[in-house]
């Protein structure tokens, strides 16, 4: 759409005097001579708009949400902003719902494309108001000179006129304001990339977002063609994804499709990996999507550009002011600062949470940019954030998880002055917020080869995993901290992280592999001579074995690991083997050796500050008082567990308790107390994809008192 307008030029008839009011004269501003009349007849009825588009997808919200504001219009001017990133389809949603409504606009239609990002600048409002003018058939000589007798004339001639105008493509509220008719007859309509909220804020405001992934499947067949993409739904979701939902960019793709008749949506979707032969991609000759962003990101200011090429660099999709102070070592109010510069121009957006995000592709330009900005500094700049987000993680775990023993990375030794959590809701928020950003972190050091960092991530985040399990996810993350581990040769690592994803195996039932792990963990170790990893893999190989149901190997790995940690003088480590002993004692029918196990096990806990561990072992003797008559005693420390763990802020470990809980009540004969339990136990597990959410599932649909077997 340029800035062409369609208005017919007709000079009409100038009088020297108006008897009276006339319906369509247009006095000039700050006189009451020259006032030039014509006869209704006379005056044109411009109809400027461009086609509306034959299809726009996805956008019934929209065009509802702008058919209630022009219904409920009172007595002041409309006036709409639709704002939002180049490529979501302002335009197409503007003209489309003026084309519906132009019947109620029969004064006619006016249209400027205000050149927000033309190489020659923006149009100037005196020169829209003299073709907005001349559209109305005055000649050249009948439009004074300056802005103010322009804006007069506008607004004179439009009064009383029932006219609908669009502003397209604005660069700035100074720019539109002179164009804004007083008549409350006339709707006047902006697109602008800036949210432009001074403006906004005096009518309706529209800020378009990119589809989502199942608007834009849906948005590719009625393009394409359902049969075609039908036939291939995996792939078309895969190039819905690498869209993130820009309607520009699943319009050119659609359009190859369609160019090529023959050519696989698989194909296409292979082809569009690549990020940036995406930005490149471009139809019948129209700018290619990098150029769209190229205009957002030249209007910035250097200081604003830097920024943007800083948080292109970025790691993860989204991002908070903390880590950009940190690595570019600036303030966190300056980077939130930027952050309302760059939401402005719509190439950065807020999320609920208070963090920030790129659009797919905006990010992936803004990496583009920063690569070729940067040079070799890139690197550097990636290298920094990932640190942070180890330096952090490992703060942050040590204080979810201080017991355990850990193998610090080198170069957090002497780190900088990040700040450090006050307590464990407070990072395992942190974690919580931040964990898709560090498997970024993760994905992007094991690209770079930058082995040393990848191992440690694995190690720290067990903390974090225990609390939120997702299996699967681990079980691939420790693999790629294994083979980084071997990259640097650092065999106790290898053990380490060996152990903790044959943890992970043995809870998927996976048994055979997890105990393949722990054996080749433990060799690692007593080959190093490291008897704290020894002792790890003895505990783990008894765990495969006991969720094995094979309790006397259970019983027999435990009892090695505990006597290594034994002479090690870890009384806690001790503590957690004493448990498990305990468990296996008791699924063996050695009741009242179990209960010695356990209440020693949970007294050492307590003194040992590790509420976590403590509560799970109220949890594990509760339950085998419950089943061995004395549900009283119980029942009361499964509540107490229950109290502990919910302190923790730990879904898991809740989950655990939870069931128990509600297995108790059921033996109980309380049926409304268990099913409340139960429930309560399959959110946790089946959110977390953990086996156990089946058995759960199975007891709420099977209810009654347990069997004790």
């Not at 502003?167 to 309509?189: E, F, W, Y």
């Not at 170069?411 to 002055?417: K, M, R």
Request: with cysteine.
């Amino acid at each position: 759409m340029g800035e062409q307008l369609a208005g017919e030029q007709n000079t009409g008839n100038t009088l020297n005097s108006v008897s009276g009011p006339v319906h369509g004269s247009l006095v000039q501003a700050g006189t009451i001579q020259n006032v030039h009349l014509h006869s209704h007849q006379d005056i044109p009825v411009p109809s400027q708009l461009p086609g509306s588009p034959p299809f726009l997808p996805c956008r019934d919200e929209e065009l509802m949400k702008l058919d209630r504001f022009l219904a409920r219009t009172g007595a002041e001017p409309p006036l709409v902003v639709i704002s939002g990133p180049g490529g979501v389809g302002k335009s197409a949603l503007a003209l489309r719902w003026l084309h519906q409504v132009r019947d109620q606009f029969p004064d006619g239609q006016l249209y400027v494309d205000l050149g927000a990002f033309d190489a020659t600048g923006p149009v100037p409002p005196e020169t829209v108001l003299a073709w907005f003018l001349t559209a109305f058939g005055l000649t050249e000589d009948e439009i004074p000179e300056s802005l103010p007798r322009r804006e007069a004339l506008y607004r004179t001639h439009t009064a009383q006129r029932r006219i609908a105008v669009l502003l397209d493509n604005a660069v700035s509220a100074g720019q539109v304001r002179p164009l804004v008719s007083s008549a409350q007859t006339v709707l006047t309509v902006v697109t602008s990339r800036w949210r432009l909220p001074r403006l906004a804020g005096e009518g309706l405001s529209v800020n378009m977002r990119p589809w989502d992934v199942e608007q834009s499947v849906q948005a590719l067949t009625s393009l394409v063609g359902e049969e075609r993409v039908g036939a291939e739904i995996t792939a078309t979701h895969q190039i819905a994804a690498v869209c993130g939902g820009l309607p520009l960019a699943l319009s050119m793709i659609a359009a190859q499709l369609r160019t090529h008749p023959r050519r696989s949506v698989a194909r296409e979707a292979d082809r569009l990996g690549d990020e940036s032969r995406l930005l490149r991609l471009s139809v019948d000759g129209d700018p290619e999507l990098q150029a769209v962003f190229d205009s957002s990101y030249s209007s910035l200011t250097a200081e604003t550009a830097a920024a943007y090429r800083l948080c292109g660099l970025h790691p993860g999709p989204r991002f908070g002011p903390e880590v950009l102070a940190d690595v570019s070592g600036t303030t966190e109010d300056e980077i939130e600062d930027t952050f309302d510069r760059l939401a402005e121009v719509n190439l950065l957006s807020e999320e609920e949470d208070g963090s920030h995000r790129f659009h797919d592709l905006v990010r992936a330009h803004a990496r583009a940019t920063a690569q070729l900005d940067e040079g070799a500094g890139e690197s550097a700049v990636t290298r920094r954030f990932i640190e942070w987000y180890l330096t952090m993680t490992v703060r942050a775990t040590d204080v979810v998880h201080p017991h355990r023993w850990k193998l610090e990375p080198h170069f957090t030794t002497g780190a900088p002055a990040y700040r450090s959590f006050a307590s464990t809701e407070e990072a395992m928020t942190w974690l919580r917020r931040e964990h898709r950003s560090i498997r970024h972190c993760v994905l992007e050091a094991r690209e770079r080869e930058w082995h040393e960092l990848v191992w440690p991530f694995c190690e720290a985040l067990w903390g974090f995993f225990l609390h939120h399990r997702d299996y699967a996810d681990w079980i691939r993350l420790q693999q790629q901290g294994i083979d980084s581990a071997i990259h640097c040769g650092h065999r106790i690592a290898e053990a380490r992280l060996r152990s903790q994803r044959g943890y992970a195996l043995a809870k998927s039932g996976d048994y055979a592999q997890a105990m393949k792990e722990n054996e080749l963990a433990l060799r690692l170790a007593r080959a190093e001579g490291h008897d704290a990893s020894a002792a790890t893999a003895l505990s783990q190989l008894g765990r495969a074995a006991r969720d094995n149901n094979d309790l006397p190997a259970a019983l027999g790995y435990y009892r090695q690991a505990r006597d290594l940690e034994a002479r090690l003088g870890h009384r806690r480590s001790v503590a957690l083997l004493s448990r498990r002993v305990g468990q296996v004692l008791g699924r063996s029918g050695r009741v009242a050796d179990s209960i010695t196990e356990l209440s020693g096990a949970a007294a050492v806990l307590e003194e040992t500050g590790d509420s976590v561990q403590h509560s799970r072992t109220l949890m594990v003797l509760g339950t085998l008082l419950t089943r061995h008559d004395r549900q009283p005693e119980g029942l009361r420390l499964l509540h107490e567990a229950l109290r502990i763990i919910t302190a923790t802020g730990s879904p898991h470990y809740a989950a655990e308790v939870l069931f128990e809980l509600g297995e108790a009540e059921a033996a109980a004969g309380r049926m409304t107390e268990s099913a409340d339990h139960l429930r309560r136990a399959y959110e946790h597990f089946s959110s977390a994809g953990d086996p156990r959410a089946g058995e759960v599932l199975t007891r709420l649909r099977n209810p009654g008192p347990v069997v004790d077997g």
